[in-house]
């Protein structure tokens, strides 16, 4: 018998927002750099790749991720200043997510926010205090997505055993922690689809 989900976890960029790979790349057609330099730098450059888990983790400045960024794709060093910022320029908050959030809110779900932070300013804190129960973000906690604590964390702040819990990513490497921890989980692709999946997996209707 399916465990009953009475709870919501949700990640924010690419999932409250509008897709966050898309804003990678508008940031490196005006950069004058190939998408998949950054992608590539992200994957396989080791430099880069710690880089990005120290700033995620909240053990690197912004100053000195946007340095390293600038130099794994050979860009002035002056380009580094604002560059998260310019990184993160495309990317804007998903209405239809917001929406869905305060309705199941509204209609008794315990809603948490679990994300793997780029920097303070990537969160408007007003939106948060309205729509989440509990917030766990990396920056905050020094580890990050897919590590385990990440989701037993946010269960707990919304005061819930993570098997009441749906996890929304949408990165399919994000969910297998969530499953194995018994949440339900959902890969988020599009609102379209993510919305009615999670009417049916928390029973309210979101129209």
Request: glycine share 12%; proline share 7%; net charge negative.
């Given at each position: 018998m399916a465990a009953e989900r009475h709870?919501?976890?949700i990640d924010w960029g690419g999932v409250m927002t509008t897709n966050l790979l898309r804003a990678f790349g508008?940031?490196?057609?005006?950069?004058?750099?190939?998408p998949r330099t950054l992608r590539d730098a992200f994957r396989e450059d080791r430099e880069t790749r710690d880089a990005l888990i120290a700033f995620e983790e909240g053990r690197l400045e912004d100053d000195r991720f946007a340095a390293q960024i600038a130099r794994a794709l050979r860009l002035a060093p002056e380009r580094a200043e604002g560059l998260i910022g310019r990184m993160l320029g495309g990317m804007e908050i998903e209405p239809a997510m917001v929406t869905m959030v305060r309705t199941v809110r509204a209609a008794g779900v315990r809603t948490g926010l679990v994300s793997n932070s780029w920097g303070a300013n990537?969160?408007?804190?007003?939106?948060?205090?309205?729509?989440?129960?509990?917030?766990?973000?990396?920056?905050?906690?020094?580890?990050?997505?897919?590590?385990?604590?990440?989701?037993t964390l946010g269960a707990q702040r919304i005061g819930l055993p993570p098997e009441a819990c749906v996890f929304v990513d949408d990165l399919p490497f994000n969910l297998d922690p969530a499953r194995e921890l018994?949440?339900?989980?959902?890969?988020?692709?599009?609102?379209?689809?993510t919305i009615p999946e999670l009417s049916r997996v928390l029973g309210v209707t979101l129209d």
């Open positions: 709870g919501l976890l508008a940031f490196c057609a005006a950069e004058g750099v190939q990537m969160y408007p804190e007003d939106l948060l205090d309205e729509l989440f129960d509990g917030v766990v973000l990396s920056g905050h906690e020094g580890f990050r997505k897919p590590d385990p604590r990440m989701y018994g949440m339900g989980v959902v890969q988020h692709t599009d609102p379209a689809v």
